[in-house]
């Protein structure tokens, strides 16, 4: 059965082994979680914040759809 949960789903060191781009947009969107998180148990306007979560949650799938896309089409010259 396939896993839907999204990127929150992974362990904390599933991202050790991958580039360093990668980890940073990771940690990038672990800490706009955590404001997120803050915001919501604070019960403030969590919008603005929300809108950088989504952003950096982007920024990281396209950085992995690339990566595996880098890897099944290598280049051929």
Do not use: C
């Amino acid at each position: 059965m396939v896993d839907v949960r999204g990127l929150d789903a992974f362990p904390r060191d599933h991202f050790a082994d991958y580039p360093v781009e990668i980890r940073e947009a990771n940690r990038r969107r672990a800490r706009a979680f955590s404001a997120l998180r803050l915001y919501r148990r604070r019960g403030w306007n969590d919008s603005a914040v929300r809108l950088q979560h989504d952003r950096e949650s982007a920024n990281l799938k396209q950085l992995l759809d690339h990566l595996v896309f880098a890897e099944e089409n290598p280049t051929l010259f």
